[in-house]
């Protein structure tokens, strides 16, 4: 009997310059495989443990430093690929590869999955909120030195929910949803679209990885060659047990022609020294920080965006608060965190500082703002990993934050201020969004976590953008694309306390740079938008205010550290 098997096999390679490129280069690989599923509605998949440790072999034999993992529940899941992530983004050149066998699933509404074994199935929903998404491995591997990225995936990937689950889930569909890989990547899948990837019952291998990691391994071969021979053995040895299986790819294949797998006999020259790291990090549990240039910029928002930002719903108030456009300059370098602080960073804090954060926190209810008294930034009512950006947090918790990072390392840490917060999301662009202005939001869901069709399709009362992100709530930071400074999530995601008082405009507003603390200061600014927050919302130059003393499941911090 034929079973169904996912297995993920996502490859960042350098494309070497020509024949003679079998030279040797820096391999890294991490491969998953997840067998003993807990979570309800799965079954084992039975090959996963052998075809991960089967890849894991086959890697090595090409030069690979294999890392391989099994049974990962979702936090871990989430940890390791973003931990192989950081390896990757610090290789100056070479080959990394990520391997994962287990259970997917692609929803027509918000994309692919990859499914921890903790992770049930009893709704779409569920899947997520908790599942690892494909757009968050794309993520992590898109920020590497490398010239192709390679996916591939070995699935039936189905969308197992029918209507009585939720409407806007179609019934009965099967098999990968097709998509238009980013530039410089190639998708290649175990199957044609709309249909699955098996197994055999007794097989030690899925029928996809069996043939591959044989095809892998022969000499004389580049990448394509490899591929293109899997796909013909998968497709023969399928018509042979009576079914039909044959893979497909996306992207131009061309790409890996000149990539060779297996290395030649003579010694590799010496690898070259890794490059600088490109953030500071004072100690395990604080912060990544990038260091921020002098320069001077146009803060606040000019007519034209103003009337835009109205015309979308927006109140006129509202848009009086970014009035009137003024000029500011930094003439310090500053450090600024290169993410939102984290529910494990604020984990670490509060277990060694004993800090209290009582009274619950805001939920937002789908129209409204309630008053939960059971939440808390632990648990703020949606999932989330130690990778996603603490919530449920007021200015008053941030700033006891930073002081203790100040005490524990000895540094200067302290909230940014609001123009330095701008300065820096602006990353010198004059444009409403650090990558355009974009008014229909075309590229909007490649660099923000707002309100999206995922958003939309639980939330089925709120508007949102036509983009995919692929998160419902938080996303984990660096999860979509960084401005030019290397900024990960200035907007959306969670809004960011920073150390000024509120005022309605920004007459009288300081022009150094520095944090506005005059006046009554009754509430404190927040910055960048959210997401829950609709299109028109995540500008540069968006603003609100709030109590300090008040703890919302959509507000955050990031970190500011003074030379």
Avoid at 192 to 221: D, F, M
Avoid at 258 to 269: A, D, F, M, N, Y
Avoid at 417 to 441: F, L, P, V
Wanted: include cysteine; charge should be neutral; aromatic fraction near 12%.
């Amino acid at each position: 009997m034929a079973r169904m098997v996912w297995l993920v096999l996502a490859v960042a390679l350098w494309m070497v310059a020509g024949a003679d490129a079998a030279r040797a280069e820096e391999r890294l690989a991490l491969v998953i495989g997840n067998k003993s599923y807990v979570g309800d509605g799965w079954w084992p998949v039975v090959p996963a443990e052998n075809d991960a440790r089967d890849m894991a072999a086959a890697l090595e034999g090409l030069g690979f430093t294999v890392t391989r993992r099994t049974n990962l529940k979702r936090e871990e899941l989430f940890s390791v690929v973003q931990a192989f992530g950081r390896q990757v983004r610090a290789m100056k050149d070479g080959v990394a590869l990520v391997y994962f066998s287990g259970h997917g699933v692609g929803l027509p509404s918000s994309g692919n999955y990859l499914i921890p074994v903790d992770v049930g199935v009893r709704s779409a929903e569920e899947i997520e909120r908790n599942a690892l998404s494909l757009g968050f491995i794309l993520a992590q591997l898109g920020e590497a030195p490398n010239r192709l990225n390679l996916i591939i995936l070995d699935a039936c990937r189905n969308n197992p929910f029918t209507a009585g689950a939720g409407a806007h889930y179609a019934k009965g569909v099967e098999g990968f949803r097709p998509g238009q890989p980013p530039e410089g990547t190639i998708v290649h899948y175990a199957a044609r679209p709309g249909s699955t990837a098996r197994w055999l019952e007794g097989s030690t291998n899925s029928l996809y990885t069996g043939h591959l990691k044989q095809e892998i391994t022969v000499a004389g071969r580049s990448l394509q060659d490899a591929l293109t021979a899997t796909e013909g053995a998968v497709a023969r040895d399928a018509t042979g047990h009576g079914f039909s299986q044959r893979p497909w790819f996306e992207g131009p294949l061309s790409l890996a022609s000149q990539v060779w797998l297996k290395r030649g006999e003579s010694p590799p020259p010496p690898p070259p020294p890794p490059p600088p790291r490109e953030y500071v990090q004072d100690c395990p549990d604080c912060p990544e920080l990038v260091k921020i240039p002098t320069g001077s910029f146009e803060m606040g928002s000019g007519e034209e965006e103003r009337k835009w930002y109205v015309a979308q719903g927006a109140k006129e108030e509202w848009a009086a608060w970014e009035a009137p456009r003024h000029r500011v300059t930094i003439g310090r370098e500053f450090l600024l965190g290169r993410t939102e602080v984290t529910r494990g960073q604020f984990a670490a804090f509060v277990k060694d500082s004993g800090h209290a954060t009582p009274g619950g926190c805001y939920r937002f209810e789908g129209s409204e703002w309630k008053l939960d008294e059971k939440r808390s930034w632990r648990d703020p009512g949606f999932s989330q990993t130690d990778q996603d950006p603490v919530v449920c947090v007021s200015w008053e918790d941030a700033q006891a934050y930073v002081r203790w990072l100040s005490g524990k390392t000895s540094k200067s840490y302290r909230l940014p201020s609001e123009a330095e917060w701008e300065y820096a999301a602006r990353a010198g662009t004059t444009t409403w969004r650090y990558w355009g202005d974009d008014k229909s939001n075309t590229a909007l869901c490649g660099y923000a976590n707002g309100a999206d069709k995922a958003f939309t399709a639980q939330y089925v009362n709120y508007s949102g953008s036509d983009c995919q992100d692929g998160h419902v709530h938080t996303a984990p930071v660096a999860s979509l694309k960084a401005n030019d400074f290397k900024l990960h999530d200035m907007l959306g995601n969670a809004l960011e306390w920073v150390d000024d008082c509120f005022h309605d405009s920004y007459n009288g507003a300081p022009s150094n740079g520095t944090a506005w603390t005059t006046g009554e200061c009754k509430t404190r600014v927040l910055r960048g938008g959210s997401w829950l927050y609709v299109p028109w919302y995540l500008r540069s130059a968006i603003r609100y205010g709030n109590s300090p003393g008040l703890r919302f499941d959509n507000s955050g911090f990031r970190v500011a550290r003074t030379f």
